[in-house]
């Protein structure tokens, strides 16, 4: 009998592009700066925990409640984040998904993201606002890694099934989606000019 190959366990990716981002990219950059500028509690944060650059992530992670272009960025995100949802085939009962989280990243030149995922969501991803040349692009990990034992590597891996880390590249206007629970990176940045996103969770909440 032919032996029979079976690809199982799949990891789904989601990745895709707003319409007419440049306006509303126009609009987050105003409000982004002010931010910056306005954070001291996040600029603390940050200089603690973020070297070289600036998260709200540790002082304001709530931006779409309190300003209009990211409602308006999270009330255009949000078709995708339902097709993405759907595409797991979740059974969420009374459940509806809605965004909880999102924060600013400004990356500056050799500022980076340490490997980590995010707890207490179902649904995570990144929104590009400002992707310079030679932006790094988001390194998503393998979920099995901690479990290969002698494992060869694989010879020429041209499949992104085949590769121990999947580059979704940074370019503005660009979103990505995956799984909470998936554990991602980003390298230091390689330009003078810092590199801008946002990042975002999403969350199963009672319809009430």
Do not use: C
């Amino acid at each position: 009998m032919k032996l029979k190959i079976n690809n199982l366990f799949p990891t789904l990716i989601g990745t895709g592009s707003l319409s007419k981002f440049h306006t509303l990219n126009a609009r987050l950059m105003k409000d982004i700066l002010n931010i910056f500028q306005q954070d001291k509690m996040g600029q603390k944060w940050s200089k603690e925990n973020y070297i070289g650059g600036y998260t709200s992530y540790g002082s304001i992670s709530d931006l779409h409640f309190r300003y209009p272009s990211f409602s308006t960025f999270e009330e255009e995100l949000k078709p995708h984040a339902e097709a993405f949802k759907k595409a797991q085939g979740w059974n969420l009962k009374d459940l509806e998904l809605r965004m909880t989280h999102l924060w600013v990243n400004i990356m500056h030149e050799h500022t980076y993201h340490a490997l980590h995922l995010h707890p207490h969501s179902v649904i995570s991803g990144t929104y590009y606002v400002q992707t310079p040349p030679q932006s790094v692009p988001l390194k998503i990990e393998d979920p099995r890694m901690s479990f290969y034992m002698n494992a060869p590597l694989r010879e020429n891996p041209t499949k992104a099934s085949d590769k121990l880390y999947y580059e979704v590249q940074a370019k503005a206007g660009d979103f990505v989606l995956f799984e909470s629970w998936v554990r991602h990176e980003v390298p230091p940045n390689q330009s003078k000019k810092a590199r801008i996103s946002l990042s975002f969770n999403y969350s199963l909440e009672s319809e009430d």
